[in-house]
């Protein structure tokens, strides 16, 4: 029992602060990446009762431009991650959607068991995978497309700035590797 | 291997020089290091060369010896193959029981109905290639050199479905033999 709980007390040290170029570097393809996102779902996809931007592009972003290293953030988990995680979300929904506490439970679990198991993980999913049951009415009817549209076709736009944008730091790389 | 001690600076320094984010902790860094340092310490240790595991005093015989005299060393050393020398001592082939069984009739590979014919006694058809150990030997003999790792070996081995090795130096002599046997062995006693 002393042990379980000398667990919580940590005891490591944190990483060091990172540089001003790289918090730049880090705003500016967060702000393009979520930019081109919000400005293509509100000029052609919100028209057509579609959207291109949901919440976990939010968290998306912080891998992909500031954590660019990370295996988290590299294309197979980012799109990866998105797509089967809207898929387990829709999945959930559409089976357990009455229940909404149970459908959300079992979307996020098992959104995670999922990228786990196909070596994608990319945190943001498991909010891909939520936003498919607690999400609006837009969301619910567009049933399993939603996994490709707007989660994968999103995640691809954000995979496409941050190539353009991480890049051209001479002292970036991305992506580590693709698959 | 020299043995270096990480210290806590030295993992804050290096991901401070990395000048980006990292998502790994200074501890997890120094576990990672200490398991990859243990790996590579594992498998430069089980670099071992076939010198140090064949058998040095190898028996060989020579190309004009009868094969009743091969079949004999190999049953009285309890040993499976010979290689064959000439005058020089140079590897010229390998002679094995399955060669001299052969040589006597039995095929290399019997089926069911060849035992069914030698269980109710039916003579064998003799294949006469001759009685001189040079004429049953196999010539396109595969060898090593001393200095090669055990590893190779045992892969060479597994893939051609062979026994043993022999292992000679730069001049072609023979100056051992590396079987399964010695693999096995050198494996156990680790």
Redesign the interface.
Known sequence: MKEYFSKMKGG?????C??I??VLWSWLGSFAGIGVLGYLSSSYFEPRDLTMIIGSFGASAVLVY?????P?AQPRNLIGGHIISGLAGVFCYQVFGTATWAAAALAVSLSIALMLVTNTLHPPGGATALIAVIGSEQIHNLGFFYAFVPAGLGAVILLIVALLVNNLSK??KYPEYWF | MQEIELESEDLHAALEELHQYVDVTEEDLKKIYAIALRHARERLTFKVPVKDVMTGDVICIKKDADIHEAARILSQNRISGLPVIDEEKHLIGIVTEADILYSTGMKKSHDFRDILRHILGEPHPRINKGSKVEEIMTTQVITTSPDRDIKEVARILDEKRIKRLPVVDENNKVIGIISRANIVRYLGKQ
């Open positions: 490591g040290t944190s990483p060091p990172v540089g170029s790289e500031a954590a660019i290293k990370s988290l002292n970036r």
